[in-house]
Structures are given as C-alpha cells and as structure tokens.
T-cell receptor, first 109, second 112 residues
Framework: KNEVEQSPQNLTAQEGEFITINCSYS?????LHWLQQHPGGGIVSLFM???GKKKHGRLIATINIQEKHSSLHITASHPRDSAVYIC???????????FGPGTSLSVIP | EPEVTQTPSHQVTQMGQEVILRCVPI?????FYWYRQILGQKVEFLVS????????KSEIFDDQFSVERPDGSNFTLKIRSTKLEDSAMYFC??????????FGPGTRLTVL
C-alpha cells in the first residue's frame, strides 16, 4: 500500500477556475511537502507544512494532522500553473522524502 | 536563494558502462540524498548520506550503486554496470537543521 496517495490523478481546468488537489497519507509525519514538477523534470518546493495553513500568492496549502490529509488550492488558475503537483511526507526531520504519485494539472486558456 | 547543482544534465551511456552522476549540495547542509524517477512513475528514494556514511538505502540501491563525498563539496552517485532499467531522472537533494529539502535540477540518464 502506498504511504502517500493523491487525487485526482489528472485534472483539466479552465483558466480562472479554483483548483483543489488532495493528499492523504498513512504514516506519522514531521512535515508534509507540496512540490511542483514541470516538463523537463526539475522539482520545485512550494510548501513545507507541519500544521495549519500556508499561503503564497495564489497557492494555499492546508493540513489536518488528525485526519492525515492535506489540500493544495490554486486560486484564479492560469495556464502557467500547468505542471505535476506532488505531495510528499517526511517521518522525521532528516528522514528521506516519501513521494506521492503526483497530480497532473492542465489549465486551458 | 541557495541551490543544489547537478552535472551533467543529460548522460547517455551504453549498457554495462559505469556512470558517475555529480551533485554539489548547499554548502552548510549536512544530509544528502539521491532519488530517481523512471519516466511516468513517481519519485523513489535511493539513498541518504550523513557524516560520510550511508544512513539509509532502499531496495533499489543494490551493489551496483555507490555514493561518495570525495572532497567535502561534491556528492556523487556511481552506477558500476548500467542496465536498461537504470534509465531515469536522478535527483540529488540536501537538507540542514530546520530547513526544507532542496532538490537539484536532476540528471537524465539514458542507457542504450
């Protein structure tokens, strides 16, 4: 069983739509990461969360530790947001990152 | 912002050849990692390295793989005899106390 699951696997949205990507995990964690991967492969860290909510520009990430669930929201989506969004967790501070399968987002003009 | 660098960006090799992938972690970081991503699949952990030794390795990291920090700045991943199934994107990462994990841009390895 995968320790990190994401839904949906693929998502197509119209420009301007509000987008939510969900992540659930089955292990105790010290931190949860939301990462972005563009075609060409580089991984960019968007958020690192251990509790509550973080906001950066049009991106909002929330985590519910009791429910073992996190969401990434994108407000006013734009074609440049098209990428794979990956949820990943760490069990302890210096532990390896355990990656989810990713959600492929395509925002259409 | 500091960044992890990796060279080369793309390596093409023949099956059975040795390859060395190089990474320069962020200078004050103490923990180093290699991950790989086969095309179309999720990123998988290979190995973590701390205090000049392997701290954890995955089932993928068999005797064909080795890591080294030869000079206090570079962090290398060696594959002794490459197989077709080693074709993947390889990411290096580093971390220090209280920080998030910083990922390098990756090396795309193609084994022919």
């Amino acid at each position: 069983k995968n320790e990190v699951e994401q839904s949906p696997q693929n998502l197509t949205a119209q420009e301007g739509e509000f987008i939510t990507i969900n992540c659930s995990y089955s292990v105790g964690i010290s931190a949860l990461h939301w990462l972005q991967q563009h075609p060409g492969g580089g991984i960019v860290s968007l958020f690192m969360l251990s509790s509550g909510k973080k906001k950066h520009g049009r991106l909002i990430a929330t985590i519910n530790i009791q429910e073992k669930h996190s969401s990434l929201h994108i407000t006013a989506s734009h074609p440049r947001d098209s990428a794979v969004y990956i949820c990943a967790v760490q069990k302890t501070s210096y532990d390896k990152v355990i990656f989810g399968p990713g959600t492929s987002l395509s925002v259409i003009p | 912002e500091p960044e992890v660098t990796q060279t080369p960006s793309h390596q093409v090799t023949q099956m059975g050849q040795e390859v060395i992938l190089r990474c320069v972690p962020i200078s004050n970081h103490l923990y180093f990692y290699w991950y790989r991503q086969i095309l179309g699949q999720k990123v998988e952990f290979l190995v973590s390295f701390y205090n000049n030794e392997i701290s954890e390795k995955s089932e993928i990291f068999d005797d064909q793989f080795s890591v080294e920090r030869p000079d206090g700045s570079n962090f290398t991943l060696k594959i002794r005899s490459t197989k077709l199934e080693d074709s993947a994107m390889y990411f290096c990462a580093s971390i220090t106390s209280g920080s998030r994990e910083f990922f390098g841009p990756g090396t795309r390895l193609t084994v022919l």
